[in-house]
């Protein structure tokens, strides 16, 4: 778990924020226990949902935490960043707001567009120039920073993003203006420093991003570490790995979304013991619900958007819909079922948590349909309003037409068919990351995690053909789990814009810079040389494409581009020119995530765990079903998904 040596009273915590719940994941090395538990979540101020939790553990343990942290994300969504400036080249004040021009919506007569983090009046510009080779075109007036400190100052910005042309080949001018910046006291990204890459838009966007949310984050980190004061505190990042608070304060944008980053490594970590290299994972939470495609390694991207603002940092390859246990049931104007995106979160929450709540719920309707023992919630330290519940479902009917189905009332009807229209929505998301992909469902296993994922793991498993599903006895708490198996891992570009015949010995030269900053940084984090693995890639197009694949940097690069390309977009070129664009380089210091044993995992004999049989509506009407519990029987499960 740790690169240093273990003792006695040495405890690891995995820490994930959820909209609706806050989970908790506490290994022992005293006796190897694991130990988990929710509580329900802060929105108004996450920490105190932390605090809370970690207040339960004995104060005389050393603590090593592992974070994942929704702060970053809540301040883009919510526009709470801090107060922004952009600092450009001399005519390119307008790149946010231009953008790429596209259309989210191609047929939307009057499409929403985002504003930008920065408005228009705190874009500010710097004569300078270099061109493409790096080459002073237009030396840098640097009297012209006086004025920008002045307007600064006055609108009393907090941030600064440093973003010229061309800076990611020459960064001279760029580095003088941030640096002046940071002699002031601002907190300045500079493109340069965390994106040298090419494409001025998507480099831009990324550096405002990480500028708009440090400064909440590096807050949000000050206060947890200094009331939790703990041994090790690291945060997960969006690629699926951790990195030290120190490295995360001022790389926000790296941990935008790290909660279902969590989710996608502990959900690997569990199917690798269990012998499923090929998964399809499914997180289904209070607020929304996570997919990816695990084949045999976890599947990274670089085109991420959060909020409407494109950022290229490596993110694990997940797609999210706004259907969750909390997502509200509403009637829309022609007067249908409608489910999601709002979400009831954690206050009021559902109904059926007696918070307040008023309008029904995905976790309402399982409550409804006895899917949900009011007695046996959160292992029965939370009673559940079924009343409640149901009286919610009566007033939704009476803004609907309902033609009960046999068997059942028009109450267990409507919750029947919200559950269906929040599977049909998640079903189109397995659909996008594996059928839409080229992949074939049918030759994976899902593996179903978060609070509500059990309860519409086998019925999304039917509709796409998928053979298997597979439950950890952590389902509800897997992303935090994650966060404890998650190795220290770093990853580097550098845009270079090579030819294709050029030599894989003079690319590798172009990634040495590369190297030496990721050893340096994998030693700051405690990494021993023995634990590091260092991975080169590059990304490569054929000329005049516009976008390019990422192959392993060997001496059969081509040929790995030319079998990607194919399998990617069921074609190939091989004699065609290509370009290499940009030299990658990720560093990884492996870590060892707690071991998951018998002991911890319980028996494998259910029959000790069986509680009661009770009704519940099911597509064939009312059945009864027999129920047990996890607590007594906490060994992973694997189903094999029945036809009907």
């Given at each position: 778990m740790s690169?240093?040596?273990?003792?006695?009273?040495?405890?690891?915590?995995?820490?994930?924020?959820?909209?609706?719940?806050?989970?908790?994941?506490?290994?022992?090395?005293s006796d190897q226990s694991l130990q988990r538990f929710k509580i329900l979540s802060t929105p108004a101020d996450p920490a105190e949902a932390v605090l809370q939790g970690l207040s339960q553990l004995p104060q005389h343990l050393s603590r090593h935490i592992v974070h994942g942290s929704t702060v970053a994300t809540n301040a883009i969504l919510e526009r709470k960043g801090a107060r922004t400036a952009l600092i450009t080249t001399e005519g390119f004040r307008d790149l946010l707001q231009i953008g790429r021009q596209d259309r989210p919506a191609l047929y939307e007569l009057f499409p929403t567009i985002p504003d930008p983090l920065v408005p228009r009046e705190w874009c500010l510009e710097m004569r300078e120039r270099m061109d493409v080779q790096g080459n002073v075109v237009?030396?840098?007036?640097?009297?012209?920073?006086e004025s920008i400190l002045e307007i600064l100052r006055r609108n009393a910005i907090r941030s600064?993003?440093?973003?010229?042309?061309?800076?990611?080949?020459?960064?001279?001018?760029?580095r003088w203006v941030t640096e002046r910046l940071r002699e002031e006291g601002f907190f300045v990204t500079a493109s340069s420093e965390l994106l040298p890459e090419f494409r001025e838009y998507e480099r831009t966007s990324t550096t405002v991003v990480n500028a708009y949310v440090s400064p909440v984050l590096d807050n949000y980190l000050e206060r947890l570490e200094r009331e939790m004061n703990p041994a090790e505190f690291?945060?997960?990042?969006?690629?699926?790995?951790?990195?030290?608070?120190?490295?995360?304060?001022?790389?926000?944008?790296?941990?935008?979304?790290?909660?279902?980053?969590?989710?996608?490594?502990?959900?690997q970590y569990l199917a690798a013991m269990a012998g499923f290299p090929r998964i399809l994972t499914f997180d289904m939470g209070g607020t929304s619900t996570d997919v990816a495609l695990v084949n045999d390694e976890i599947q990274v991207t670089t085109e991420a958007e959060v909020g409407g603002c494109p950022i290229r940092v490596p993110v694990i390859d997940i797609h999210t819909v706004g259907s969750g246990g909390g997502s509200l049931a509403t009637v829309d104007a022609g007067g249908n079922l409608r489910v999601g995106p709002q979400s009831a979160g954690a206050d009021p929450g559902p109904v059926c948590y007696g918070r307040g709540g008023t309008i029904p719920t995905v976790t309402d309707a399982h409550v409804v349909l006895g899917r949900l023992p009011a007695d046996g919630f959160l292992g029965g330290r939370m009673k559940l309003d079924v009343a409640a519940a149901q009286q919610a479902f009566d007033t939704l009917g009476k803004q609907i037409a309902v033609s009960p189905l046999p068997g059942l009332n028009e109450r267990q009807t409507l919750a029947l068919g919200l559950i269906q229209i929040a599977n049909a929505h998640?079903?189109?998301?397995?659909?996008?990351?594996?059928?839409?992909?080229?992949?074939?469902?049918?030759?994976?296993?899902?593996?179903?995690?978060?609070?509500?994922?059990g309860l519409h793991a086998c019925a999304l498993a039917r509709a796409l053909g998928v053979p298997s599903v597979l439950v950890s006895p952590m389902a509800a708490t897997l992303s935090a789990m994650g966060m404890l198996a998650a190795d220290v891992q770093l990853d580097y570009v550098q845009t270079v814009m090579l030819p294709g015949d050029t030599p894989c010995e003079i690319i590798e030269q172009h990634t040495q810079e590369l190297i030496s900053r990721g050893e340096a940084d994998l030693l700051r984090e405690g990494i021993a040389s023995e634990q590091a693995v260092l991975t080169r890639s590059v990304d490569v197009r054929y000329v005049g494409q516009s976008f390019d694949l990422e192959v392993p940097?060997?001496?059969?690069?081509?040929?790995?581009f030319d079998r990607l390309h194919q399998e990617r977009y069921g074609y190939c070129q091989p004699d065609a020119d290509i370009e290499i664009v940009n030299v990658r380089l990720r560093a990884i210091g492996h870590v060892t995530p707690p071991p998951i044993s018998a002991r911890s995992l319980g028996s494998a004999d259910s029959s000790s765990a069986k509680w009661e049989e009770r009704p519940v509506v099911t597509g064939k009407g009312m059945q009864h079903v027999p129920h047990y519990r996890r607590t007594n029987c906490d060994r992973a499960m694997k189903f094999q998904v029945r036809r009907f």
């Open positions: 690169t240093s040596g273990q003792t006695s009273q040495n405890v690891w915590v995995g820490v994930d924020i959820g909209g609706t719940f806050t989970d908790f994941v506490i290994y022992s090395s237009i030396p840098l007036e640097r009297q012209g920073i600064v993003a440093v973003s010229f042309l061309f800076s990611f080949v020459n960064p001279e001018h760029e690291h945060i997960l990042q969006s690629n699926g790995g951790r990195i030290s608070v120190a490295q995360a304060r001022g790389h926000g944008v790296r941990s935008i979304l790290s909660g279902p980053a969590g989710g996608v490594v502990g959900a998640m079903e189109r998301a397995l659909r996008v990351i594996s059928v839409e992909r080229g992949e074939d469902p049918r030759e994976t296993v899902l593996v179903s995690f978060g609070g509500a994922g940097l060997t001496p059969q690069f081509r040929k790995e």
